[in-house]
């Protein structure tokens, strides 16, 4: 823990204490999502927003179009079916082996103290980093008009850490327990509701520096495009519950253009 001190705000965060993982893990069951605001130290948060900007010529950016259940098109529908239903996601990315090794993001990635919070929290039994150079961390930019489209996501799990603001959009918004992924349930007509705006929607209040934990895997989400000259900053830290596994070839190319 001792490690920490100095990039996780311990005082507001005590993620070593049974009963503040308790607490997070009630909320996240409950809600399909934590938000920690203030996670970060106001050093470290300082220290990651240079180092993205420092690094931000290295970032690969792509525009894909893509729908819902981020599933190849199904021809034995029209296209205007939720389920073929196209939306866009835009980002530039850089990639884990891009962020520097004295980096606090590195150090809070690889600190066992934080995998066993979230093991806690997640009700997982051990997460282990990316097999691959690419994964393990990442660091996402949305300029003006960028955005991340609707869709649910095929893990169980995301962490990320905001770590600049737009001076305005980039709201993450999200409908919870919308389909069964695993019973099978996709729940078109539901889709189809929130894709013509409906639906009431949710909002994560998401300041900088704050960790969030969200189960997205039935609950489809995106986050709005980014409004004005300051750029969006999101930090995502992807961890695996089994050892030795890579991200796809495919996925590599698409998100950052290389293996």
Not at 30 to 41: I, K, Q, T
Not at 75 to 84: I, V
Not at 184 to 202: F, I, P
């Amino acid at each position: 823990m001792q490690q920490l001190a100095h990039i996780v705000d311990l005082s507001a965060n005590p993620i070593g204490e049974a009963a503040f993982q308790a607490r997070c893990r009630q909320t996240l069951d409950a809600a399909g999502a934590l938000v920690l605001p203030g996670f970060l130290s106001r050093a470290a948060l300082a220290t990651v927003r240079l180092e993205g900007a420092e690094h931000s010529p290295a970032a690969f950016y792509a525009a894909n179009s893509h729908n819902v259940y981020l599933r190849p098109h199904d021809d034995s529908l029209p296209a205007e079916h939720a389920r073929n239903r196209l939306v866009v996601s835009s980002k530039g990315c850089i990639t884990d082996e891009d962020i520097p090794a004295q980096s606090p993001l590195r150090t809070l990635y690889n600190a066992q103290a934080f995998r066993d919070f979230l093991c806690a929290v997640l009700g997982e039994r051990q997460l282990y980093p990316y097999a691959d150079r690419l994964s393990s961390i990442n660091l996402h930019y949305a300029h003006q008009g960028q955005e991340l489209g609707w869709h649910f996501d095929n893990s169980s799990f995301a962490i990320t850490l905001l770590i600049q603001k737009p001076e305005a959009g980039g709201r993450f918004e999200y409908v919870e327990n919308l389909r069964d992924a695993d019973g099978g349930e996709m729940n078109y007509a539901g889709v189809t509701q929130v894709l013509d705006c409906q639906r009431a929607v949710k909002r994560l209040a998401i300041e900088e520096g704050g960790l969030v934990l969200f189960r997205g895997r039935n609950a489809m989400h995106r986050v709005t495009p980014t409004e004005g000259k300051i750029t969006r900053m999101l930090v995502v830290l992807a961890y695996n519950a089994q050892p030795d596994v890579m991200l796809s070839e495919s996925a590599r190319m698409t998100f950052y253009g290389r293996l």
